[in-house]
């Protein structure tokens, strides 16, 4: 069974009343947390582009993306669960995992549920919370994986 129904949770993908891009984040997350996402790319097999700037290389280490100088731009990891979802996470901080989505992208119950199997994947994995903000609303919470229920939930009224 889906842990949300898309039309109990429709508005909250509205790029309209949105905005396009999502942030998605863990907060309280350690370097041994982002290397234990990295990890779980790999054993999953989603299909990945790591990038610092326009040069796309390997995918190093957490400790290495993450002890990069200050002024170096910021790389992301683009990770693609299916072929037509993609995530976009970006190295700002050792202490929260954060990343994108493109709310374009994640319409219907299909897309939905591919969405809360990755938010739950990572939740698993590191045995924390993912949450979902608004870009629109000052980073208002509205839906996240809760490690007690072990599902994803609504943090707020659609």
């Known amino acids: 069974m ?15 009343l949105m ?11 350690s370097v041994g947390d982002w290397q234990a996402v990295l990890d779980l790319v790999v054993e999953k097999g989603w299909k990945c582009q790591y990038a610092e700037g326009e040069s796309v290389l390997p995918v190093p280490r957490a400790d290495a ?18 072929d037509d979802v ?3 996470f970006r190295f700002y901080a050792d202490d929260e995992v954060d990343f994108d ?17 990755f938010l739950r994947e ?18 208002h919470l509205v839906l996240g994986f809760d490690v007690e229920t072990d599902r994803v939930v609504l943090l707020a009224e659609p």
């Open 2 to 16: 889906a842990d949300l129904l898309w039309d109990d949770v429709s508005s909250f993908f509205d790029p309209d």
């Open 86 to 88: 993609l995530a976009i």
């Open 65 to 82: 993306v993450l002890s990069r100088p200050a002024e170096a731009e910021c790389p992301n990891l683009r990770v693609w669960p299916t």
């Open 101 to 117: 989505v493109d709310l374009r992208e994640l319409q219907g119950q299909e897309r939905l549920d591919v969405f809360c199997d």
């Open 19 to 29: 905005g396009s891009l999502s942030d998605v984040r863990v907060p309280g997350a």
């Open 122 to 139: 990572i939740g698993r994995r590191l045995g924390k919370p993912v949450l979902m903000a608004s870009e629109s609303d000052d980073g």
